[in-house]
């Protein structure tokens, strides 16, 4: 595919989201109650979604950010956080290509950032060359080449820079074994004819590269600045901010990067003069803060989720609830059935499940339908132009009578006994899924584990519990960043498996899978991958439960914030700015 | 004396050794693995035993511990590959999770969790010996039984209750405090005290409440002794003979747990530290629980030991000073 037809087909897909979108925030409760098959009313914290909330900003004043957690990383090799790349790639380092600043749908857009335009395919999406704009500089106002971003993509495979995205191992050409660039070591696959011209040989076709370049494996960082394992504590400043200070879990302070030229940047419009990030803070006195927003604290932002218990003060108070942003984290959380034991081997016993499954309860479990919403499908909405079909149309509380009657075609009449794992965090949900299961004879006994551990428990195939409730969402909106990772039996891995937890190795679904993956028109891709989502679902590996929003509450001097639909909801950081920098701390 | 102290020091050499090899052992039985915590999602069985030998973990047990302690005394080179990193005496390994060598991280934690021990430890020894002293001198009295009422009632509240309570009452409701954020002494000792006075109370009540109950067990034991009657029998003024004879003897009890609480609470209070935000070493050995940063764990859990043992040799030696009956 070349790149007129990645912008149009992308065009067209902003289009129908953002006509979702805004069904979202009104006018389509008939639809809803259709769905839903009830009477819902409209979903009072999602308000703001599809909107910028304060107005314009005015340029200056300090932005801060309450966090209760320091950042994953912020090394561009090793960042793979959803909220730490939006921060990373916003305000200190720019990618080759990066999403529009929009909210809603819009948000899924491409716009060209380093380089002039999205890329250029050749060799039948084989080979793709990008081309630097000119006059990007640095924080020491030293020329951003194509060299420092082949340096840093090298970088990303060192061992002892762990944690990153693995899409340059997965597609560059001669990556396989490849360990950094220790002892002069170099990517033959990355080519860079002169300063401003790079390009990627793939191992295979692979049409939506331009979307892997938004992760920040392609941004630059030049050789000189680079200190191994210490570069995360002072990543070298390509955007609109640099670093002043960072002292780990406890306050980064970013002024202006007065190198940074904004005539080579369409999308970061850095209003604030500092933003200033305090961690360690408790969640609750984060949300009793921006509640009371006084002071200081009118200019502030939270970084994590608002506590469910804090719901109730911000939806019944307008003003506070105005400043509310709920934009979908795009990961939908399912049951995992073990595909390959006794008795989720039979596909009858898996759809018992799903239907058993009472989604209802399981949204109030994860803290109330105002931050999240039942999933009706596998690929949440982003991937389904805003809004998620309901394949199954199973009642959300669950059809008991219809499992058990499954459950008697398979055999199991009197139901049978099987255990589940969950992250300590979501006992609640356990708990749920274990009385819905009940109701079919289905008895579970819930296993919780603390979050540290969870995924290595759950990715040990052989020792795991029948069930495991876990989730997954897409690294940009592409049905090949979901399907394959959660249904592709060829990534099983015996010991730290990931993702497919069903271990489902259906044979048909791999062969599909792989012709999606070799279509070139991305409008046709996008609608296979749609109909493989209820084609699977009806196969029954999981059983799909909630869509958790990302609620963060804003101070009431903030202006140019909404969650973007790209970066799982956080804040983008690219137009956060004040309304009245003057109000702001100094 | 320079003898006793020579011996003792060795002492603390072989318990600190000893602890670090048990922690060492725990740590490498449990099934959390670093370099897959490291490795993040999706990670390829290639890449993750390319990391494993990054870190060291390819290597047997004993090598590693032997590395370590190694380190300890002379530093050590981590790493292999294009980023050799040199950690420097006292070499305490890396923290992979926050790309810091580990004494660098205890360092810069130190004098937020040594502000709040040092504090709160002034509070609680004032409060609670005073309402010690003072109950056991009015044995039996209703000031006696209020005292030793509150005490018990004070002593039952756990630290995370009272600390929801103080932040209710002392922030939420009337605004009289702000909400603890960490400023150094040296930049600004009025912000440095107000800001810390609410997690200093928090603490203070818990172990003034049980150094009420323990001097004033103390103290009533040693007025009863013999030489305390003989003191009053000679005339001296009541005065003399409670604070020169009967405290200085009577402390002896109470100065043993000082040691090993302020030397416990040195490496990190870790509830009060994470209700308050504090950003001290209780606080980084939680999030290195959580985490699994297995070299952070083990250079807090050494800090905390050295600090219990050194307290502790500070605390016997401090005898010989407080009681005069006693002699190295």
Not at chain 1, 87 to 100: C, S
Not at chain 1, 252 to 265: I, K
Not at chain 2, 89 to 104: H, I, K, M, R, T
Not at chain 2, 210 to 216: D, P
């Amino acid at each position: 595919m070349n790149t007129r037809t990645l912008t149009t087909v992308a065009a067209a897909l902003a289009a129908t989201l953002a006509l979702g979108a805004s069904g979202c925030s009104g006018g389509r409760d008939g639809e809803d109650s259709a769905r839903d098959g009830r009477g819902s009313a409209e979903n009072p914290a999602t308000a703001n979604n599809g909107a910028v909330v304060g107005g314009a900003p005015e340029k200056g004043g300090t932005l801060t950010v309450l966090s209760n957690t320091d950042f994953t990383h912020l090394d561009p090799a090793r960042n793979w956080v959803m909220g730490d790349m939006d921060f990373g790639t916003r305000l200190l380092y720019r990618t080759l290509v990066t999403y529009k600043a929009a909210p809603g749908a819009e948000g899924g857009e491409l716009v060209p950032d380093l380089a002039e335009d999205l890329g250029a395919p050749s060799n039948g999406a084989k080979t793709w060359t990008f081309r630097l704009k000119k006059g990007l500089k640095y924080e020491d106002g030293t020329a951003i080449t194509a060299q420092d971003i082949k340096y840093n993509v090298e970088r990303s495979f060192s061992p002892d820079l762990p944690g990153g995205p693995d899409y340059a191992a997965r597609y560059l050409a001669g990556a396989e074994g490849y360990q950094g660039p220790a002892h002069g070591k170099h990517l033959d696959s990355v080519k860079t004819p002169d300063d401003r011209t790079i390009v990627f040989e793939l191992r295979k076709p692979f049409a939506e590269f331009a979307y892997a370049t938004v992760l920040p494996t392609f941004a630059p960082v030049p050789k000189a600045q680079d200190k191994g394992p210490q570069y995360d504590n002072r990543p070298f400043s390509s955007g609109p901010y640099k670093i002043e200070s960072y002292a780990r879990d406890k306050r980064l302070v970013l002024v202006r990067n007065t190198h940074w030229d904004p005539a080579t940047d369409q999308v970061r419009k850095a209003h604030p003069d500092r933003i200033v990030v305090t961690m360690g803070l408790k969640g609750n006195q984060i949300d009793d803060r921006l509640i009371a927003s006084s002071g200081a604290d009118a200019s502030a932002v939270s970084w994590g989720k608002m506590r469910p218990e804090s719901t109730p003060k911000v939806l019944t108070k307008a003003d506070v609830r105005a400043r509310l942003l709920a934009e979908s984290s795009n990961c939908t959380e399912m049951v995992q059935m073990h595909t390959g034991r006794t008795p989720f081997d039979d596909v009858r016993v898996r759809q018992a499940v799903q239907y058993a499954l009472d989604r209802e309860a399981i949204v109030t479990a994860s803290g109330g339908p105002a931050l999240n919403d039942a999933a009706t499908a596998l690929m949440p909405g982003s991937l389904f132009d805003g809004k998620q079909p309901d394949t199954l149309k199973i009642p959300l509380t669950g059809d008991a009578a219809k499992a058990k009657e499954l459950l008697k075609q398979a055999g199991k009449p009197d139901g049978f006994a099987t255990s589940i794992t969950v992250s300590n965090g979501d006992k609640g949900v356990g708990e749920a899924i274990q009385q819905a299961l009940g109701r079919a004879g289905i008895k579970v006994t819930i296993e919780t584990v603390d979050p540290s551990a969870f995924y290595d428990t759950i990715g040990d195939t052989e020792n795991r519990t029948d069930l495991v409730y876990t989730g997954w969402c897409p690294d940009y909106p592409s049905g090949s960043t979901f399907l394959p990772f959660v249904f592709d039996g060829r990534y099983i891995k015996e010991k730290g498996n990931s993702g497919n937890h069903s271990l489902f190795r259906d044979k048909p679904t791999m062969q599909r899978m792989d012709e999606i993956a070799a279509m070139t028109d991305a409008q046709q891709a996008n609608q296979a991958w749609q109909q493989l989502d209820g084609e699977i679902l009806a196969k029954a590996p999981t059983a799909p439960a909630v869509i958790e929003r990302m609620p963060l509450l804003l101070g009431a001097n903030i202006a140019g914030a909404y969650g973007h639909t790209s970066f799982g909801g956080q804040i983008d950081y690219a137009t956060v700015g004040l309304k009245d920098p003057a109000k702001s701390a100094g | 004396m320079i003898l006793y102290l020579g011996r003792r020091l060795l002492g603390v050499v072989g318990v600190l050794i000893a602890i670090a090899a048990v922690t060492f052992t725990i740590f490498y039985v449990l099934p959390a693995d670093p370099a897959a915590a490291a490795c993040g999602k999706s990670c390829s069985a290639d890449r993750l035993a390319a990391i494993r030998a990054h870190m060291g973990l390819d290597q047997p047990v004993w090598r590693q511990f032997a590395d370590f302690v190694t380190g300890i005394f002379t530093g050590r080179t981590i790493g292999s590959g294009q980023y050799t990193l040199h950690c420097e005496f006292p070499c305490l390994g890396y923290s992979y999770e926050n790309s810091q060598a580990v004494w660098d991280l205890l360092m810069d934690r130190l004098p937020v969790s040594a502000s709040l021990a040092f504090g709160a430890a002034a509070l609680w020894l004032g409060l609670g010996l005073s309402a010690g002293v003072t109950a056991a001198l009015r044995k039996d009295t209703l000031a006696d039984r209020v005292l030793m009422v509150g005490a018990v009632a004070a002593a039952s509240l756990p630290v995370y209750f009272t600390s929801v309570l103080l932040i209710y009452g002392l922030i939420r409701a009337t605004g009289l405090l702000p909400y603890p954020q960490y400023v150094p002494l040296g930049s600004d000792p009025v912000q440095w005290a107000s800001n810390l006075l609410l997690p200093w109370l928090a603490l203070a009540i818990l172990y003034a409440a049980m150094y009420a109950r323990q001097s004033r067990s103390s103290m009533i034991e040693t007025m009863a002794e013999p030489y305390i009657r003989t003191a009053r029998a000679k005339g001296l003024p009541r005065r003399t003979v409670v604070v020169k004879h009967g405290l200085r003897a009577g402390m002896t009890p109470v100065l043993t747990i000082f040691g090993m609480d302020l030397g416990g609470l040195l490496a990190g209070a870790v509830i009060t530290e994470s209700i308050f935000g504090l950003p001290g070493v209780g606080r980084l050995f939680y999030g290195a629980l959580s985490s699994g940063d297995q070299p952070v764990i083990l250079g807090v859990t050494l800090l905390a030991a050295t600090f219990i043992v050194l307290a502790n040799l500070a605390v016997d030696l401090l005898y010989a000073v407080v009681d005069p009956r006693v002699r190295y």
